[in-house]
């Protein structure tokens, strides 16, 4: 096991001093719940194994998860705040696969815009405990504003669910836009898969990509379900039969160029919502809310506003902040809001959920 840094009890004491005591929890975890709703980068780096009774589990690869599966398994009241510090575990990771995080999980908050602001500034803190004197370089995105952009844009929900989830992925991002510029052709299908695709029937389809399957000698419980295929074939037809205007796509690309002071974003975004003549409706509201919240902490001057800038994990749903060294593309800490996964998880009725992490050995690497 990685030895606690000896910086630690910093971090404990600077946890309770936000009000959120260090929790503990299990470092064996269910893995379908990573799987389900981590990011395709983070879902390749985990370790598997198995438990007695054949059930999937991974080594803990982050904190956000099993904090939130542990509030709810125990019921417990909101709004409640967790803080923790332990380790963690990723395949592939520059440093080795072991290393410890620290960070706070609020939960329950009504107040979004508060809770927001909290989060950046706690994470703010804690870094400025840890590195006294160093200069910050404080990233902000939102999740929620480019949605509202997506939608306002008119595209069809598919479009937006696939430029959501690249959301954070310059990659794919860029691959999306390409794709809604100029559709690809499809891949040669057989004439009977073709006239069911064409059709739109994912049962007829799935029942052909079986027999099919079944007639290669492939085994229909390894890998992909037919079900998953043909569902996957029909999506991908129906975002193929979408153009996206040149005049949309331009508009889309102008906000993806959106780099502004945070205190200024909320105007910069007004006037490109004006000028493109799209309704961003509450999240615009709600993002000027935010950005008053945060500068109530003294901070909004040091923050950068990027539109383009998200976090590569599946459950965010508004505010993404990465916060590093200026001239390091490394981040020291991240985090963002997280609405839907309670729910998702199995929480009885919705409950908010904004947090960070602190990466805790580039945080030593950067300490005189």
Same mark, same amino acid.
């Given at each position: 096991? !990685?030895?606690?840094?000896?910086?630690a009890d910093?971090?404990?004491?600077?946890?309770?001093?936000?009000?959120?005591?260090? !929790?503990?929890?299990?470092?064996?975890? /269910?893995?379908?719940?990573?799987?389900d709703?981590?990011?395709?980068?983070?879902?390749?780096?985990?370790?598997l194994?198995?438990?007695?009774?054949? =059930?999937a589990?991974c080594?803990?690869?982050?904190?956000?998860?099993?904090?939130?599966?542990?509030?709810?398994?125990?019921?417990? @009241?909101?709004?409640r705040?967790?803080?923790y510090?332990?380790?963690?575990?990723?395949?592939?990771? &520059?440093?080795g696969?072991?290393?410890?995080?620290? $960070?706070?999980?609020?939960?329950?908050? @009504?107040?979004?815009?508060?809770?927001?602001?909290? =989060?950046?500034?706690?994470?703010?803190?804690?870094? !400025?405990?840890?590195? /006294?004197?160093?200069?910050?370089?404080?990233?902000?995105?939102?999740?929620?504003?480019?949605?509202?952009?997506?939608?306002?844009?008119?595209? /069809?929900?598919?479009?937006?669910?696939?430029?959501?989830?690249?959301?954070? =992925?310059?990659?794919?991002? &860029?691959?999306?836009?390409?794709d809604?510029?100029?559709?690809?052709?499809?891949?040669?299908?057989?004439?009977? *898969?073709?006239?069911?695709? #064409?059709?739109?029937?994912?049962?007829? #389809?799935?029942?052909?990509?079986?027999?099919?399957?079944?007639?290669?000698?492939?085994?229909?419980?390894?890998?992909?379900?037919?079900?998953?295929?043909?569902?996957?074939?029909i999506?991908?037809?129906?975002?193929?039969?979408v153009?996206?205007?040149?005049?949309?796509? *331009?508009?889309l690309?102008?906000?993806?160029?959106?780099?502004?002071?945070?205190?200024e974003?909320?105007?910069?975004?007004?006037?490109?919502? =004006? &000028?493109?003549?799209l309704?961003l409706?509450s999240?615009? !509201?709600?993002?000027g809310a935010?950005?008053?919240?945060?500068?109530?902490h003294g901070?909004?001057?040091?923050? &950068?506003?990027?539109?383009?800038?998200?976090?590569?994990?599946?459950?965010?749903?508004?505010?993404?902040?990465?916060? $590093?060294?200026?001239?390091?593309?490394? /981040?020291?800490?991240? $985090?963002?809001?997280?609405?839907?996964?309670?729910?998702?998880?199995?929480?009885?009725?919705?409950?908010?959920?904004?947090?960070?992490?602190?990466?805790?050995?580039?945080?030593a690497?950067?300490?005189p």
């Amino acid at each position: 096991m !990685t030895a606690l840094p000896d910086f630690a009890d910093d971090i404990i004491a600077q946890l309770e001093a936000c009000g959120a005591p260090a !929790t503990d929890v299990a470092i064996l975890q /269910p893995a379908d719940p990573f799987l389900d709703m981590a990011g395709e980068d983070l879902r390749r780096r985990i370790f598997l194994t198995e438990s007695e009774t054949g =059930s999937a589990l991974c080594l803990r690869p982050e904190f956000t998860i099993p904090v939130c599966l542990d509030h709810i398994a125990r019921r417990a @009241a909101t709004p409640r705040r967790y803080g923790y510090l332990g380790e963690v575990f990723r395949q592939r990771r &520059e440093g080795g696969a072991e290393f410890f995080q620290a $960070g706070i999980e609020d939960l329950g908050e @009504a107040d979004i815009a508060a809770a927001d602001a909290r =989060s950046v500034a706690d994470a703010h803190a804690l870094l !400025t405990r840890l590195l /006294p004197g160093k200069a910050l370089a404080v990233t902000i995105g939102d999740q929620s504003v480019f949605e509202a952009v997506l939608a306002a844009l008119g595209l /069809p929900r598919g479009w937006q669910k696939r430029l959501a989830r690249a959301f954070g =992925s310059p990659g794919a991002l &860029e691959a999306a836009l390409s794709d809604l510029a100029n559709p690809t052709r499809a891949a040669a299908l057989d004439e009977p *898969a073709a006239s069911l695709l #064409l059709a739109g029937e994912p049962e007829p #389809l799935a029942a052909h990509i079986a027999e099919r399957m079944e007639a290669a000698g492939h085994s229909l419980g390894a890998g992909r379900s037919p079900q998953e295929i043909a569902k996957r074939l029909i999506e991908k037809s129906e975002l193929r039969s979408v153009r996206l205007s040149d005049e949309a796509l *331009a508009a889309l690309k102008d906000f993806l160029d959106i780099r502004a002071p945070l205190g200024e974003a909320h105007a910069v975004l007004e006037a490109f919502a =004006s &000028e493109a003549k799209l309704s961003l409706g509450s999240a615009l !509201t709600k993002f000027g809310a935010r950005a008053d919240a945060i500068a109530a902490h003294g901070l909004a001057g040091a923050f &950068e506003y990027d539109a383009a800038f998200g976090r590569p994990l599946d459950y965010y749903t508004g505010l993404v902040f990465e916060i $590093g060294l200026p001239g390091d593309t490394r /981040p020291l800490a991240g $985090g963002g809001r997280y609405d839907r996964l309670l729910t998702l998880l199995g929480a009885k009725a919705p409950i908010p959920g904004v947090g960070f992490s602190a990466w805790i050995d580039r945080i030593a690497e950067a300490r005189p």
